[in-house]
């Protein structure tokens, strides 16, 4: 008997202990869809300036939603991180995530780029503008990301897939401005001017505009700084457009405190520090994106491309009307 119910209790503290690890009153334990190298600068500072100690787990955004969700109340987590707010948004509306009051908050992030009901906040920007040939392209011919339906770009523009979530958010943010008849026809417009099949990421897409695959195409800032730091003679340069009316497609990288957080408090300390200066350099600045704070600057790098005006339309529109932009891009044929 004595061992059975020793080998009982046993058993009950090894699954106890695997539900909820053991976290100490000063430790917080986050959930990031960014990759290690990224973010673990972040946390190592915010150790060092609050003591403060941080557990991190990295993996793809939908499955550590899932997980999120299968571990419920017994969930270790205190913060999600992921890319893009249609991850964002969804996290929210499967209840994931938490709403949170801060004034430092509100100050530190515009409106456009955080949770209408403050479930996540923005924290770093990056852009998906339009890329070209200098050598075969005058900016001057280039105005917006609906004129690249037009048909002096038949043969001549590239894309990357339409199955990435960065291409379905700006075609949700289309809808949301165009409507879904017109985002139709650009998006068939697009699709008849290919002058290749679509590329599996940003990278390959400007390579094959420098080898002369096509001249133009649309990609995020932060893949062209990459390239651009390997390759300094790089004949790609970025063009902003719709600068005259919506302004450039811009999304967030971002968290939010979760639903069954064991350390809330500190959980939102740690969320209000991320948007503060010292955080959002080192954000920004490992990836080469633009910090969320508009206070802070960005990298030299990235300021050494040019200003620009940007879409103010919630970012949260990527999430809500992501279906209906994948729905559209099947039907015009944009794989």
């Known amino acids: 008997m004595k061992v059975w119910l020793t080998s009982i209790l046993t058993l009950l503290v090894w699954m106890t202990g695997f539900l909820v690890p053991a976290q100490a009153a ?17 946390f190592d500072a915010y150790t060092r300036a609050s003591g403060t100690s941080i557990r991190f787990i990295t993996d793809k955004a939908g499955p550590l939603m899932q997980r999120l969700k299968a571990e419920g109340a017994n969930t270790p987590a205190d913060l999600l991180i992921t890319v893009d707010a249609g991850n964002l948004w969804r996290a929210a ?21 955080r949770d209408p009901g403050n479930q996540w906040f923005g924290l770093s920007v990056r852009a998906r503008t339009i890329v070209y040939s200098t050598v075969r392209v005058k900016p001057s011919e280039l105005s917006t990301y609906e004129d690249l339906a037009s048909a002096k770009w038949k043969k001549r523009l590239c894309l990357r897939t339409s199955k990435k979530v960065y291409n379905q958010s700006l075609v949700a943010t289309m809808i949301a401005r165009l409507g879904e008849e017109k ?3 650009v998006i068939r417009g697009w699709v008849a001017n290919l002058a290749t099949d679509v590329f599996s990421n940003d990278t390959s897409l400007m390579q094959a505009i420098e080898a002369g695959q096509c001249d133009v195409g649309i990609v995020n800032t932060y893949y062209y700084g990459r390239l651009k730091k390997k390759q300094p003679n790089l004949d790609v340069a970025l063009f902003w457009p719709n600068q005259e009316t919506s302004g450039v497609h811009v999304n967030v990288s971002g968290a939010g405190v979760t639903r069954y957080a064991k350390h809330r408090d500190s959980a939102v300390k ?3 520090w991320l948007s503060t200066p010292p955080a959002q350099k080192i954000l ?10 508009p206070q802070v600057k960005p990298d030299p790098l990235v300021a050494s491309w040019g200003s620009f005006k940007q879409d103010t339309l919630n970012v949260s529109n990527a999430g809500k009307l992501q279906s209906s932009a994948v729905m559209l891009m099947d039907r015009t044929g944009y794989r």
């Open 284 to 293: 920004a600045e490992s990836n080469m994106e633009y910090p969320a704070n």
């Open 93 to 113: 509306e499967e209840g994931v995530l938490q709403p949170v009051k801060s004034a430092v908050l509100s100050k530190n992030i515009p409106a456009h780029l």
């Open 26 to 42: 000063d430790e917080l334990v986050v959930y990031s869809a960014r990759n290690e190298q990224l973010v673990r600068p972040l």
């Open 183 to 185: 985002t139709d026809e």
């Open 270 to 272: 740690f969320l209000e």
